[in-house]
Nanobody, 123 residues
């Protein structure tokens, strides 16, 4: 089973930026879709951004224009650049290796999760 390790979270003021990183333990990374999820206290985990192996992206409406997902297949890594952060972006962020239907939100992700990385945005 693929294991992922997220990093890059932290405490930032509103309007600031953070870049999250995720490394997947196994291949074939290059043919997999990847996604970033987040879970705020008392809320359900939600898909924030996803990226298929052929470059199709999908973003939650709440982060469009502020977040950018990218990947480096040579490093088995996916990134989430988060700009113009808002207090409501505060959550634990998780990445996952997805199928294309999962990345497009057609099917739910039901696999395991990494430890996540905490993002806290102060007002």
């Amino acid at each position: 089973q693929v294991r992922v390790t997220e990093s890059g979270g932290g405490l930032v003021q509103a309007g600031g930026s953070l870049r999250l990183s995720c490394v997947a333990s196994e291949t074939p990374f290059s043919i997999s879709a990847m996604g970033w999820y987040r879970q705020a206290p008392g809320k359900q985990r939600e898909l924030v951004a996803s990226l298929t192996s052929d470059g199709v992206t999908k973003y939650a409406d709440s982060v469009k224009g502020r977040f950018t997902i990218s990947r480096d297949n040579a490093k088995n890594s996916v990134y989430l650049q988060m700009n113009s952060l808002k207090p409501e972006d505060t959550a634990v962020y998780y990445c996952a290796v997805l199928s294309t239907p999962q990345a497009m939100g057609v099917l739910p992700y039901e696999g395991s999760w990494g430890q996540g990385t905490q993002v806290t945005v102060s007002s």
